[in-house]
């Protein structure tokens, strides 16, 4: 995740390209996953439910960039 934030959210994501809206799934999909290996398992998919909510929010940006 450290990795993955500034290497795409800083670049790639705020310049709208569509390849990273689909790869920002990826951390949704990790967090979403813990739920079934971690005692803490529904802050994780609580977690996981606010990333998506905010990601399906940015769709129409990348669907139509401006």
Do not use: C, H, K
């Amino acid at each position: 995740m450290n990795v993955y934030a500034p290497s795409v959210l800083l670049t790639a994501y705020r310049r709208g390209e569509p390849w990273a809206w689909w790869v920002t799934w990826v951390p949704v999909a990790i967090y979403a996953l813990v739920i079934f290996y971690a005692d803490e398992g529904p802050y994780y998919l609580g977690t996981a439910a606010v990333m998506a909510i905010a990601q399906l929010l940015t769709w129409s940006g990348f669907r139509n960039p401006a």
